[in-house]
């Protein structure tokens, strides 16, 4: 992932329409600081959730809580929760303050361990992120962010499909193509492909 120049990624990226947000944020980078170090990661897979009116959201039917708070707040705030009472989960809210959208990191590339490729239950252990997250505003935090580093996406490479493991949502939510992953092989150095 040769990295040519960064720009740290503002508001106006994420308070835009959540299914305008999510394929954008493919080939972005994660950054995360934390004792001492400094680890990113490209964003390979992710997925949207469309608030009160998707039963698949955490805030289906306008639910507000404690937990799910931050998705309420402004785009870019970020959104933790523990799922299987092991593997936290890594969301940042979209849209705008008061509508509580967002979108799902499923996949990242390593750019520190030898762009290894990383599924949902270990995108936020490589980038030690947990419940001490949830409510950071990655717009301002200095110890986590989103960058983007010139990685181009062509839109013939993103792969849309269902989202993953709602079919309690039923069968309308559950077929929604709100999922987009890329092929991360096709953006790592050759040295690096399998």
């Known amino acids: 992932m040769p990295q040519t120049s960064s720009t740290r990624i503002g508001r106006d990226v994420f308070n835009r329409p959540t299914l305008t947000v999510a394929p954008d944020l493919l080939g972005k980078f994660i950054v995360r600081r934390h004792d001492g170090r400094q680890w990113a990661a490209m964003i390979t897979e992710i997925e949207a959730y469309k608030g009160p009116r998707d039963a698949a959201a955490h805030t289906h039917g306008g639910r507000r809580t404690a937990r799910v708070e931050p998705l ?9 929760y523990l799922i299987y009472g092991m593997h936290w989960m890594l969301n940042f ?17 390593s750019e520190n361990d030898d762009h290894a490729i990383l ?13 001490s997250i949830s409510g950071v505003d990655a717009i301002a ?3 986590l962010w989103l960058e983007d580093r010139g990685v181009v996406v062509p839109k013939r490479t993103i792969v849309r499909g269902p989202r993953v ?10 077929s929604r193509p709100w999922r987009f992953s890329i092929d991360a092989r096709d953006l790592l150095p050759s040295k690096s492909r399998s």
């Open 119 to 131: 599924g949902p239950g270990r995108v936020c252990r490589h980038l030690s992120i947990d419940k």
């Open 72 to 80: 309420y707040a402004d785009g870019g705030t970020a959104y933790v």
């Open 93 to 109: 809210s979209t849209v705008g303050a008061g509508i509580p959208e967002g979108v799902l990191i499923r996949g990242v590339v």
């Open 165 to 174: 493991g709602i079919d309690y949502a039923g069968p309308y939510w559950a």
């Open 141 to 143: 935090a200095d110890h």
